[in-house]
């Protein structure tokens, strides 16, 4: 092989998305004993917060015995359909004439949270489908409040299949909010849903204890690896590892500017690094300047501050530090050590946010990671 035939063989140009759905199954498992008895249902909307929606029930349906998934609309509970075809499947933005010929079609449950949608489901009721109505308690989003409640009748209350809400500050344990929910869940329960199942919380409630969980909770976030209780240890592993690999590498003269706008002057000789990665990858823009990667140099872990802006399919990073570096080598913008918790800190945003924006990006290398059996 000729020396150009072995530089180039090992350049390559896309970032690249891992997966662990094994450990996203250890974390839905971890979650079912926290909870216990209530049943854990698995909430896969936006494509599973970006991640995947097929992929993710599918190891959950398979590998850890989730037979209940929450989706924001019909059109993309299709897909849970489809791999999880006896589960029961909740549609959380409910049923409207754009939707109806998908709930006729699959069965799934739509969640009532207005007057108006339940007059709407009576007109257009789904054989074998019970719904779920959604009482608000206090986050004063979607539900009925207790003046609509009144002038449901006796006939239209045993209609349903459970009774939901949804808390507002659950990752703050001791947030005067919690206790306000759950009381006035409690309330309204007993006098207008005694004796239907009923479901408060999400991943965030699983954490405020038994008292919060009712017959079932929506596991969301947590799932996935975040941490929706910080003020303990997180519990959950993370799932996500997201690299991108390093184009060229070059030397900054003191001096000289980096990227768009020249918001960055090298104060002395430097090395850089420019990587294919940038804002079109769902990498924030805010991130300039601020922002770092990581680099495994054999066993060790160096970390490249981020220079200059963050443009659309790159990022330039310091590097003078780091030896042994190379074309092709991969930069870690989010790994076990550096989680979405992290990046998400250092962007001022969620991990929430960060996770949707980043999963459903489609220039990534995707690869899941599943041998549970």
């Not at 936006?46 to 349906?61: I, M, P």
């Not at 206790?179 to 239907?196: G, I």
């Not at 999400?202 to 209780?229: E, H, K, P």
Request: net charge positive; proline share 3%.
């Amino acid at each position: 092989m000729h020396f150009f035939e072995k530089l180039t063989s090992r350049i390559v140009t896309q970032p690249v998305l891992e997966i662990n759905l094994n450990r996203l199954i250890e974390n839905y498992k971890l979650l079912n004993r926290i909870i216990a008895p209530s049943i854990a249902s698995a909430v896969v909307k936006d494509d599973a917060y970006g991640v995947g929606a097929s992929e993710v029930v599918r190891a959950l349906y398979e590998y850890a015995g989730c037979r209940h998934f929450w989706l924001a609309h019909a059109v993309e509970a299709q897909k849970v359909a489809e791999v999880a075809p006896d589960a029961t499947i909740y549609v959380l933005q409910g049923m409207g004439s754009d939707s109806l010929d998908l709930f006729k079609k699959y069965k799934f449950t739509p969640v009532i949270s207005s007057l108006e949608m339940w007059r709407y489901y009576q007109k257009h009721k789904i054989d074998e489908v019970k719904p779920v109505i959604y009482i608000e308690t206090g986050l004063n989003r979607l539900g009925f409040r207790e003046d609509e409640l009144k002038k449901l009748s006796a006939k239209d209350l045993k209609s349903f299949s459970l009774v939901m809400s949804h808390l507002a500050c659950a990752d703050e344990k001791d947030h005067f909010m919690n206790t306000r929910q759950l009381e006035n869940f409690k309330r309204l329960k007993e006098k207008y849903f005694k004796d239907l199942p009923a479901s408060l919380s999400a991943s965030d409630g699983a954490f405020l204890g038994q008292d919060y969980c009712f017959d079932m909770v929506r596991l969301g976030a947590a799932m996935y690896g975040i941490n929706t209780a910080p003020y303990r240890e997180n519990q959950m592993k993370n799932i996500i590892t997201l690299k991108a690999p390093v184009l060229q590498i070059s030397d900054l003269p003191k001096g000289e500017f980096v990227g768009y706008s020249a918001t960055y002057r090298a104060n002395t000789d430097k090395k850089i690094a420019i990587i294919s990665i940038g804002y079109g990858d769902g990498v924030p823009r805010v991130l300039s300047n601020i922002g770092k990667v990581f680099f495994k140099t054999g066993s060790k872990w160096s970390e490249a501050r981020i220079l200059g802006r963050v443009s659309m399919d790159n990022i330039i990073c310091d590097v003078t530090d780091i030896k042994d570096l190379k074309v092709g080598t991969f930069a870690y913008l989010i790994m076990d050590d550096y989680t979405l918790d992290d990046i998400a800190r250092d962007c001022g945003t969620i991990s929430y946010e960060m996770l949707s924006n980043i999963g459903k990006n489609t220039r990534f290398f995707r690869k899941y990671i599943l041998s549970a059996r």
